[in-house]
């Protein structure tokens, strides 16, 4: 039987909006306890350069995440390497089960357990991840500049991701498994007037094409779906715009979700319909996915945790 330990706030996931709304319960004097998770840090973790955290022109992900761990730390939140492997919020105080055994219990949950972009799962994307590969245009569109690149997907990210990457390369191939669409009809036309966009239907993407030493993408190999005919698409950048999988699975039968998984909160507020449970984070967002909305929501997560507690 391992520990049960109580605290006024649990914070869940440790990316820039769990360690934001540490930072801000933690001057609140509500004493929280933060779950880092797998992935401690979040996802910034697994990208190099960030240009657009304010006050960094240029931070590393890694460093970054390590920096609000420790300001969390200083303000007095106490952060706790474990997963929460269940979560009961049917009454207060609510109940979360980790890995390690302990039970937590807790007057206030925020949940910031973030989203994940689904990758296609090749070995070569694997390898090229970071030098040539993303998931993010916002992030890394501006690494390629004057050069190809090439987009997959067919939603509105994909879309998105493929106009805001005319601001940077020479051409952008997007290349789409169907011959239509999905992304919103007024996106789709924008798309297809753009001098700098070539639509490549039918196609999957089956290897990433690169050179060892520096690693970095010349191209990729592509597949028409139809006729099997490969061919090879050069580019010095693959974006992967097939989805993001927010990770809402411990309170997916409890709260109310949105646009495939994202958990809901009520407009202008991080609160979700279960009182004294509250969402940041890319966990409800899936329009603007940034380090600094997260980090936003954080602060406005823990500011609505600590109105709820002082009406209780
Ligand atoms: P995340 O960072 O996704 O963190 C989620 C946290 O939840 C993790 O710590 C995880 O361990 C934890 N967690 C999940 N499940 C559990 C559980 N059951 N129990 C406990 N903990 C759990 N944004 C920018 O603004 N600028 C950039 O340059 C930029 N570059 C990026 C590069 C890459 C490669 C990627 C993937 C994303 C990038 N982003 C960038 C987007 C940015 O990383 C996200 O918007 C941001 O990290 C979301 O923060 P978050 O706190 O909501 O969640
Ligand atoms: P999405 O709508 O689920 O689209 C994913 C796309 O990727 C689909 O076109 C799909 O192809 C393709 N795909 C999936 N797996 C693939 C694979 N293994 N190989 C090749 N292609 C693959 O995802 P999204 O575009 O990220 O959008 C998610 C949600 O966020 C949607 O509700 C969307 O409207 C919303 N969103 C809104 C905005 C906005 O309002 N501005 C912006 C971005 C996202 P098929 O079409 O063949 O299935």
Known sequence: MGDTRHTKVLIIGSGPAGYTAAVYSARAMLNPILIQGLQPGGQLTITTEVENWPGDTHVMGPDLMVRMQEHATAMGAEIIG???????????????????????????VILATGAQARWLGLPSEEKFKGFGVSACATCDGFFYRGKEIVVIGGGNTAVEEALFLTNFASKVTLIHRRDSLRAEKIMQDRLFKHPKIHMMWNHEVTEVLGTEAPLGVTGVRARNVQTGAEQIVPCAGFFVAIGHAPASELVKDQLALHS???VAVEAGSTRTAIPGVFAAGDLTDHIYRQAVTSAGMGCQAALDAERFLSGH
């Open 260 to 262: 495939g998984g994202y």
């Open 82 to 108: 474990d997963y929460i492997s269940s979560l009961d919020l049917s009454r207060r105080p609510f109940t979360a089960q980790a890995d390690s055994g302990t039970t937590y219990t807790a007057d206030a």
